[in-house]
């Protein structure tokens, strides 16, 4: 029996060069960089690794790069999100062959579909893949899964491992923990959502697909320790101070751009991305990598900007403005006119 996925996994960002296209050299240096800095996992192809934004022979060489480079030091958990059966299946087929250890499967997306429907597509695609799956459940962008459809699939097909949720919801992980692992013990459960990361581990859960660990996988990885060890007072300390970077990275820039901005200010060159951005987003998102700047100073893992760091209100908007008129002021001193 393959052995049991848990720890953090990293949905990968994906590098772009000045042409648009994926930067492969730059993304083997950020994924050797994850592994190095203790990953447990990585997870090409997720929503944090923009999948939509890429074709289907890009998602593949994307998975392709990613499991050369991991060469077997981490499992990889690869996004199998296309958009019917059949072609979730050659996804699976082809991520199989590349080396993965699994393939992630969001439930189908645009059309709203009932629980029964979304037991019919897993069911589907469980009978005939070559690869173990993880269902993917994200309300906010696909039609949910809920318990008794994943007790379902979990009772009816030993390929289907375990699940990432998204929802952030801590009642639903202890509800699906509940009524799965005393029958599935080798079930694994991941959160997606690393505002709640230790609570969610505390209360059983495997680990997590953290899309802050692109720019902190050491505070991650901290996070999943301490609570492996039973420290949780330590694990929560940390929870509350990746909070507030996570807030930071996610509300106020377009997601994955706030992930993306943190990650580069850790030495890799993500370029501008794949969306299309006014001269007015671009100037927002330059104001605000000097407050993340200013977070991850906090966790001596970078240098603080050249004009210092204004007083956190610890809501990022009201922060990004502070940080503005800090650095107004700076200059003003600086020319001496105050």
Known sequence: MAEKLQ???TPTLVPIDAGGQIHEAELRRFLSWLIESGVHGLYPNGSTGEFTRFNEEERRRIVRITCDEARGRVPVLAGAAEANVKETLGACEAYAAMGA????????IYYRLSPESVYAYFAEIARFTPIDITLYN????ASPIDVPTIRRLAADFPRVIGIKDSSGDLAF???MIAAIRPTRPDFTFLTGWEAVLAPMLMVGCDGGTNASSNAVP????????LCRAGKYQE?????YRILALFDTMLYPFEFPDGFRAAAALRGFDFGGGRLPQTGAQKTDRAELAKVLQCILADFELVSRPPEGCA???GEPATDKLEQVVF???HELEKRGIF
Do not use: C, D, K, L
Not at 101 to 108: E, H, K, L
Not at 218 to 225: F, N, S, V
């Open 7 to 9: 720890g953090i996994f």
């Open 101 to 108: 250890r699994a393939v992630a499967i969001v439930s189908p």
């Open 138 to 141: 994200i309300p906010m962008f």
């Open 173 to 175: 992980m202890m509800r």
């Open 218 to 225: 050491e505070i991650t990885r901290r996070i999943y320790e």
């Open 235 to 239: 694990a929560m300390q940390w929870n």
């Open 311 to 313: 007083p956190r209100t």
């Open 327 to 329: 650095e107004v002021m």
